[in-house]
């Protein structure tokens, strides 16, 4: 019976690589996935001793207001502190994380320490932190969320959540039950990349949406492509319709910012301005707004 078990798990491997590259084909086993599981869970393994090594961190990129140029506020975007790798992006990590169910974990704690960090900084600026599609099968998500609003005393109206467009396609009730209840406490929700997979316009009417941002890869596409703007501007003409603002993300040259400025676009990221910034170095910004904070702070734990 161990050569069977031998058997099977083979078969599982070449079935899960079938089911990964969009079901209904036929994979035959082959040597490399067996060293490519091993070393997802050696990953895995690795990201379980950063969470309780307290390893991952939020670094911040600011968000600017078009208009005016300012700093409006800044998302915040998980790192890995890796003791031998050093500062680990989430390209690295975030597959492995969210299939393993470990992203709720990281982003949680990501979240508890942004808001921390953003006590000593301007009462008006805003945190925006980012969940991931699965965070969703959690039933307990709003509730952690809210909790950890109550423990890190940080407004509710200066956080938002930036959401999947994936988590509002088929029969996602529960999750949106989720967005409702989180926004009813006054949290902004923001419909992240949207447009790169199968939502359409009856989804952002199903939630009133507090912003739709345009995902990197559009934003790209602006560059040189005619087919990018009028992908652009049938988002801007979307959003303008359901009196939804924009923002946008990955603006790396004047050139991109302007043309995003004059589709309607309210706010921005990018390369342009700033890439993301260690908690200290946002600090440094702000040097005068030690503990200016509008309200008592309870004591995380
Ligand atoms: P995202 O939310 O779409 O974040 C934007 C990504 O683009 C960030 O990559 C950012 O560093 C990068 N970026 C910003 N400006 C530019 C630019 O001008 N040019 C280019 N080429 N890239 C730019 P990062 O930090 O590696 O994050 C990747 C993704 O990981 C994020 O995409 C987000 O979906 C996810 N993520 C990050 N932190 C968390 C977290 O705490 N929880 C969850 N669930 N997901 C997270
Ligand atoms: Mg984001």
């Known amino acids: 019976s161990r050569e069977l078990r031998w058997l099977l798990r083979r078969a599982d491997l070449a079935m899960y690589e079938a089911k990964s590259a969009g079901r209904n084909r036929c994979v ?6 067996e060293v490519e599981l091993g070393k997802r869970s050696a990953l895995e393994t690795e990201i379980r001793h950063g969470i309780l090594a307290g390893e991952f961190i939020p670094h911040f990129q600011p968000i600017v207001e078009l208009a005016s140029g300012e700093v409006k506020g800044f998302e915040a975007l998980a790192r890995w502190q890796h003791p031998a790798k050093g500062l680990v992006a989430p390209a690295d990590f975030l597959e492995v994380a969210e299939t393993s169910g470990l992203i709720g974990e990281i982003s949680m704690s990501v979240m508890q320490q942004a808001l921390e960090a953003a006590r000593s900084w301007p009462a008006n600026l805003t945190i925006a932190v980012n969940l991931s599609a699965v965070q969703f099968k959690d039933p307990m998500l709003a509730q952690r969320l809210l909790r950890i609003l109550t423990v890190t005393g940080f407004p509710a109206r200066r956080l938002a959540l930036e959401i999947p467009e994936s988590c509002l396609i088929g029969g996602r009730e529960h999750a949106l039950g989720n967005i409702q209840r989180l926004q009813a406490q ?17 989804h952002l009417q199903a939630l009133p949406f507090d912003r739709i941002k345009i995902d ?84 995380a734990k």
Do not use: N
């Open 28 to 33: 035959e086993f082959d040597e490399r996935m």
């Open 186 to 202: 006054g949290i902004h929700i923001v419909i992240a990349d949207f447009g790169t997979g199968y939502a359409s316009p009856t």
């Open 216 to 299: 990197h890869s559009f934003v790209r596409l602006l560059e040189s492509d005619e087919q990018g703007d009028a992908l652009v501007q049938a988002i801007a003409t979307l959003g303008k319709g359901l009196s939804i603002p924009l923002s946008a993300e990955g603006i790396e040259t004047a050139a991109i910012q302007s043309k995003l400025k004059a589709l309607g676009c309210a706010d921005a990221q990018g390369w342009l301005f700033a890439k993301a910034l260690s908690p200290e170095q946002v600090d440094q910004m702000y040097p005068d707004d030690d503990c200016v904070q509008d309200q008592p702070v309870a004591k």
